[in-house]
């Protein structure tokens, strides 16, 4: 943990607010490759951010609107009191092996065609192959630059399924789920909104067709920024800064058919020009 004062600097342009560190992240957090995410605190209110590298061994680490209020900056050279330790976001070898997997039943052009949504699930428990098998689903999906930026958080815990169920009529179907995944973007590795969101729906739709190829059924729930459900979701799973949840995938073994309908509609195909 490294312990310092300095100031918050708006640059000349208006468009930068940040800390300079005055010392090199590099070299003290052993991190010579790669983005370095910090956590600590800015006069004893939390924070966790990426640092940006200047050159010459230095780095500024940008303070935000929502961060700036809470430290009532108002724009001009502020002395700040911070400490900064590194974010453990190394993985341990041995839990970097592959779990085991499950393996579809369904081609994708099929599972694409046929996939429905699912509210109604059975008691069975979801076998652990088959939950490794749809967040590796959602691992895989394209993403922005490469970046990343989703987090997935299990829910399998009834009481707060059933919480999470009863606070938005919506999302009723948690409730008799077997489990619950909560989609989250990280803006400290993505910070365009628009990318964010894709990479999200990207990986929710991976997983949303890895759970029908399995046998199994699923719905997605949409989270509302700023929403009640939104911030009692962000509460509930003690969620970082910057972490936002996007959507959450209620699955499980069905207790529901429904039929696949045809969705070919030609007069929404445009060839070359509108």
Known sequence: MEIFNTEIIKDESGRLTYIEL??????????????????????????????????????????????????DFIGEKMSVHITMAPENNEIENENSLIPSLSVSSIDVVTAIKTRRSIRKF?????????LNTVLQSGMYAPSAKGKCPCHFVVIQNRDMLMELSESNYNASMLGGAA????????????????FI??????????????????GLGGVWCGVRANSDWHKLIVN?????????????????HPDEERVSRELWDASSVHYDIW
């Open 22 to 71: 005055p010392f090199n992240a590099k070299e003290v957090f052993d991190k010579q490759k790669g983005a370095i995410f910090v956590i600590g605190t800015i006069n004893d209110v939390p924070y966790r951010n990426k640092l940006i590298s200047r050159g010459g061994g230095k780095q500024i680490m940008t303070i935000d609107k929502s961060m700036q209020k809470e430290l």
């Open 197 to 214: 969101y894709a990479d999200c729906a990207a990986a929710v739709q991976n997983m949303l067709l890895s759970i029908h190829g399995l």
């Open 236 to 252: 509930k799973l003690n969620l970082p800064l910057k972490v936002d949840p996007f959507a959450i995938i209620a699955f499980g």
């Open 122 to 130: 059975t008691s069975e428990p979801i076998s652990e192959s088959m």
């Open 179 to 194: 489990c619950g995944i909560v989609v989250c973007g990280d803006k400290n590795i993505e910070g365009i909104k628009e």
